[in-house]
């Protein structure tokens, strides 16, 4: 199994609405990330989890909260969005390094949620 | 993690190859190239990677100058469903935490009939 799932794949929600994107993944790698990427710009990095901990948070408003349960499991709870926060929002996984794990380091991407706030 | 740049956007005529060019002057010695390309409106997909070896598989290669400070992928036959934006990283892999991935502005890539 080499997927990374997202769910919902579409999404829309008030800027007073609490809502979560999920993503799932079963490639046992310890490391995730959440990407955010507007229409015609490259995906930004928002937040990288490694072994669970929260690693970088690339000064993200606290509107966006990520929660990374399990291994195999990673959230990203919304709340009070604005309509600027409309995107693809994009989740990815890999090893991190230094497992002892044969591995070529990539990211595995998952389709994405695609978020409009109204 | 250093910066790329590529060049905004390149056309090729199917079945001939596709060269895309990437520059990353600043990169430091361990930090490793990788490639990626986007579809329209689906994630990123994984290419190939290199520190600075020329590495080849089965989806493109990837030559990468003696002095590190610049790579190209070559897609060998260039096919319509190649047609995607395609991304240049350099990235620390082996560093104590899972690092940075962080994608420039890419070159969009149109393979031509």
């Known amino acids: 199994d080499t997927e990374v799932t997202q769910t919902p794949k579409h999404l829309v929600m008030g800027m007073t609405n609490k809502k979560s994107l999920k993503c799932e993944q079963h490639?046992?790698?310890?490391?995730m990330y959440w990407y955010k990427q507007k229409a015609k710009k490259p995906p930004e990095l928002m937040f990288v989890?490694?072994?669970?901990?929260?690693?970088i948070n690339e000064s993200v408003p606290s509107r966006f909260s990520p929660e990374c349960p399990n291994s195999s499991l990673l959230n990203l709870h919304l709340h009070a969005l604005q309509p600027e926060d409309s995107a693809l929002y994009l989740c990815?996984?890999?090893?991190?390094?230094?497992?002892?794990?044969?591995?070529?380091?990539?990211?595995?991407f998952g389709e994405g949620s695609r978020l409009t706030v109204l | 993690d250093a910066k790329t740049t590529q060049p905004p956007s390149m056309d090729c005529a199917e079945g001939r190859a596709a060269n895309l060019p990437c520059n990353h002057s600043t990169i430091s010695g361990n930090e490793y190239v990788y490639w990626y390309r986007q579809i329209h409106s689906q994630g990123p997909q994984y290419i190939i990677h290199g520190l600075k070896n020329n590495e080849t598989n089965e989806m493109a290669s990837l030559i990468i100058t003696e002095d590190r400070k610049s790579s190209t992928l070559i897609l060998p036959h260039a096919t319509l469903r190649d047609t995607a934006v395609y991304y240049c990283?350099?990235?620390?892999?082996?560093?104590?935490?899972?690092?940075?991935?962080?994608f420039g502005d890419g070159t969009t890539l149109t393979v031509k009939p």
């Open positions: 990283i350099v990235r620390a892999y082996f560093n104590t935490n899972a690092g940075k991935s962080t």
């Open positions: 990815a996984s890999s090893h991190p390094a230094r497992t002892g794990v044969e591995s070529t380091g990539e990211l595995f």
């Open positions: 989890y490694s072994y669970e901990k929260l690693s």
């Open positions: 490639m046992g790698h310890r490391a």
